[in-house]
């Protein structure tokens, strides 16, 4: 039997990709033979939604090399060789029209580096990959309507490993790949740092001893009991809206 996670004709990933540099993205051929019989390589899908960018130069506009777990709030996860790409988001239109409009994720084995001189990448019509479009759709929910797969719901399969905060390895490669600039990065790991110590303070030490309330930084408590109000403002595209204060 032949596992999910079996690669076909897989190409060099450990490109080294750096914020700002220019790639090209393969034909659909190309890409299919990277794919198995999930559409996916290492565990990550790619979606019809991409194919338009086949054979386009684009710029590496961060690297990847971790993530946010927001299905399951586990916390930083580990992500190899991907990149996201200036300029590419989901359209949803092969995902029920959503319009969540999702940074897309790249494997580095869907690119190819374009080097000063390199010859314009020549284009080809658009291609239907059958099995992209069957594996977007899951079995339809208890009420029938139709529910589908996607890079956002398969991240947790695609990036396995979680990433602890004390691995400061990951700060470094924040600033090796030019993702922030040192201090940028300094400071994120003293936020990540101060938001330990306030969890850790709240398990053991005295309310009374607590530090702002043992609130992660940034400080923000809600004040209502109750149900949270909500409000309709008919607000249209193109409108320009006030974001309100924290008070």
């Given at each position: 039997m032949t596992s999910n996670t079996t690669q076909h004709a897989p190409t060099d990933t450990a490109k080294g990709l750096r914020v700002g540099d220019v790639v090209e993205v393969l034909s659909?051929?190309?890409?299919?033979?990277?794919?198995?019989?999930?559409?996916?390589?290492?565990?990550?899908?790619?979606?019809?939604?991409?194919?338009?960018?086949?054979?386009?130069?684009?710029?590496?506009?961060?690297?990847?090399h971790k993530l946010c777990d927001t299905i399951s709030s586990s916390g930083i996860r580990k992500m190899?060789?991907?990149?996201?790409?200036?300029?590419?988001?989901?359209?949803?239109?092969?995902?029920?029209?959503?319009?969540?409009?999702?940074?897309?994720?790249?494997?580095?084995?869907?690119?190819?580096?374009?080097?000063?001189?390199?010859?314009?990448?020549?284009?080809?019509?658009?291609?239907?990959?059958?099995?992209?479009?069957?594996?977007?759709?899951?079995?339809?929910?208890?009420?029938?309507?139709?529910?589908?797969?996607?890079?956002?719901?398969?991240?947790?399969?695609?990036?396995?490993?979680?990433?602890?905060?004390?691995?400061?390895?990951q700060f470094v490669t924040d600033v090796k790949t030019g993702n922030v600039g040192a201090f940028a990065s300094l400071k994120a790991f003293r936020v990540v740092l101060f938001n330990r110590l306030q969890t850790v303070s709240r398990r053991a030490v005295p309310r009374r001893l607590?530090?702002?309330?043992?609130?992660?930084?940034?400080?923000?408590k809600g004040q209502l009991v109750g149900p949270t109000p909500t409000g309709e403002l008919d607000l249209q595209p193109g409108e320009m809206v006030r974001i309100k204060t924290n008070e």
């Open positions: 659909a051929e190309e890409i299919l033979a990277t794919l198995d019989e999930r559409g996916e390589f290492e565990n990550l899908p790619f979606m019809p939604e991409m194919l338009r960018y086949c054979g386009q130069r684009l710029t590496v506009h961060k690297v990847a190899e060789n991907a990149v996201h790409l200036t300029g590419s988001r989901c359209d949803g239109t092969s995902h029920g029209g959503c319009q969540t409009a999702c940074l897309m994720y790249w494997k580095e084995a869907w690119l190819k580096r374009v080097d000063v001189g390199d010859a314009d990448p020549v284009t080809t019509g658009p291609i239907a990959l059958t099995l992209l479009e069957i594996n977007t759709l899951k079995e339809p929910g208890p009420d029938g309507e139709p529910r589908y797969s996607c890079q956002a719901t398969e991240l947790l399969r695609a990036a396995p490993a979680c990433l602890p905060a004390r691995d400061i390895g607590w530090f702002r309330n043992g609130l992660r930084w940034g400080f923000v």
